[in-house]
């Protein structure tokens, strides 16, 4: 398919036009017309567009790409070099931020959910991106704590009494640690996100509803292969998930 009808396509099917985002959601740096090979992964590391363009990738779809609103704008180090490599392969690339953070069938929270086998109740949070619901049965913080560990593949950082029971949640991928006292509000016992501010373990002690943080990286692995993964299907193209190990 033609990289424009990608695009169109991308952009309907997340609704990235109702988004207020920190970066551009939609092709970021355009290489050949068209498409055949899709890589995709977390993050446009110099690592991910090297390994892509090996395996003759068209186009790589991100959760993270470039120009943060914040970022310098000046086209140096190693943004010039990652920019520079996909110009001189003619790769494309797309990212997708709060569009696929939010989206209801492949968003990385509605995976997320599907993968620790959570049932979602309702959204809340910035543009309805968070999640909340329940577990499929009422679990200590300790057993909750190892299945997300088997599941995620990463050891997550708690805090709350172990012993604790939980069965309503609420979980937003990333780093989503300022919504926690509006999780609290919903009436939670718990809330899991990717990463932990130094106040948050205050709230949790306080409140007495757990943190837990699971990682950045670890909880939005999902959507973008989700995301992959439809467009091959739907359109008969190649797609492939390249995964850096990333602690965070």
Known sequence: MQLIELRDYIGSLL???????????????????????IASGVSASQ???????AWGADAILVHHGYFWRSEDAAITGIKKNRIAYLLKHD???LAYHLPLDAHAELGNNTQLAKRLGWSEQGRFGEQDIASYGILPQTQKLEQLAQSLAEKLQRTPQIIGD????????AWCSGGAQSYFEQAI???????????ISEQNVHVARETGVAFIAAGHHATER???QALGEHLATRFGLEHRFFDQDNPV
């Open 185 to 195: 509000a919903l009436g939670v016992e718990a809330f899991m996100t990717g990463e």
């Open 15 to 37: 609704a990235v036009s109702r988004f207020r985002d920190y970066c551009p959601n939609g092709v970021q740096v355009e290489g050949r017309a068209e498409i055949l090979r």
């Open 91 to 93: 790769i494309s690339l």
């Open 162 to 169: 172990p012993a604790c029971s939980i069965r309503r949640v």
């Open 222 to 224: 999902y959507g973008v």
């Open 47 to 53: 690592y991910l567009l090297e390994e892509a363009s």
